[in-house]
C-alpha cells in the first residue's frame, strides 16, 4: 500500500490549542468521509462524518470540512486536551461500494 | 449504541500453525464485515469484505487461500490466518456494518507469530 515504509506525519500542540489534521482523498467518487480516532492497540473509534452533499460538519469540539474540489478533508478539533493524543484517519467511502478506505494517518501529541 | 467484540484481543503462535479471530456484532445484524490489517505506524489496509452467506471479496494481493474468512451468521465472520509465519504478525482489526447502522469496529487482534 502507499503507507508501507512511511512514518505517520505528527502534529504537536499544547493543552487548549486549536488542533487542524488534513486528509487528501483519491476517488473523485467517494461521496461518504469519516474520521477515526485510533488510540494504540485499539479500533478506530467514530469521531465524525460527512457526506459530500455538505462542506462543513460540528460535533462536539470538532470539526469537519469537506472541499470537493482539491479533494480534501480537514478535522479540526477545539480546545484540544491531552486526552485528544492518538493517530487521526480519514476514511472514504462511495455511495454503491460497501468498503472503506483509510488514509495514512496523522499522529496527534498533545502537551499539558 | 453498536458493538462489536472481537477475539481474542492478543495471540503468540508458532509459525506453521493456524490461528482463528472471531468478530461478533453484540446488538445488530451486521449484514456486512470486513476485515482489515495494521503494521505499526501504518494504516488500516482492507483485506477483504465478506456478506452473510456469500464467499468474502479479497482486495488485490491478499491471499484467500491464506486468510480464510467465514459470515456464517450475521452476528459473526471469522479470519483464519493459516500457516502462519512471523511476516503475519500485524494488528487484525475487523468492522461490521448493518442496514441501520454505520461502521462498528472492533478492538483488534495484536498477531505474533514465532
Known amino acids: 500500500g502507499e503507507s508501507v515504509g512511511l512514518h505517520l506525519p505528527t502534529l504537536s500542540v499544547q493543552e487548549g490549542d486549536n488542533s487542524i489534521i488534513n486528509c487528501a482523498y483519491s476517488n473523485s467518487a467517494s461521496d461518504y468521509f469519516i474520521w477515526y480516532k485510533q488510540e494504540s492497540g485499539k479500533g478506530p473509534q467514530f469521531i465524525i462524518d460527512?457526506?459530500?452533499?455538505?462542506d462543513k460538519r460540528q460535533g462536539q469540539r470538532v470539526t469537519v470540512l469537506l472541499n470537493k474540489t482539491v479533494k480534501h478533508l480537514s478535522l479540526q478539533i477545539a480546545a484540544t486536551q491531552p486526552g485528544d493524543s492518538a493517530v487521526y484517519f480519514c476514511?472514504?467511502?462511495?455511495?454503491?461500494?460497501?468498503?472503506?478506505?483509510f488514509g495514512t494517518g496523522t499522529r496527534l501529541l498533545v502537551s499539558p | 449504541g453498536a458493538v462489536v467484540s472481537q477475539h481474542p484481543s492478543w495471540v503468540i503462535c508458532k509459525s506453521g500453525t493456524s490461528v482463528k479471530i472471531e468478530c461478533r456484532s453484540l446488538?445488530?445484524?451486521?449484514?456486512?464485515m470486513f476485515w482489515y490489517r495494521q503494521f505499526p505506524k501504518q494504516s488500516l489496509m482492507l483485506m477483504a469484505t465478506?456478506?452473510?452467506?456469500?464467499?468474502?471479496?479479497?482486495e488485490q494481493g491478499v491471499e484467500k487461500d491464506k486468510f480464510l474468512i467465514n459470515h456464517a451468521s450475521l452476528t459473526l465472520s471469522t479470519l483464519t490466518v493459516t500457516s502462519a509465519h512471523p511476516e503475519d504478525s500485524s494488528f487484525y482489526i475487523c468492522?461490521?456494518?448493518?442496514?441501520?447502522?454505520?461502521?462498528?469496529f472492533g478492538s483488534g487482534t495484536r498477531l505474533t507469530v514465532v
Open positions: 465478506s456478506n452473510e452467506g456469500s464467499k468474502a471479496t479479497y
Open positions: 446488538d445488530f445484524q451486521a449484514t456486512t
Open positions: 468492522s461490521a456494518k448493518g442496514s441501520n447502522y454505520g461502521y462498528t
Open positions: 476514511a472514504e467511502g462511495a455511495t454503491g461500494f460497501q468498503k472503506l478506505v
Open positions: 460527512i457526506r459530500s452533499n455538505m
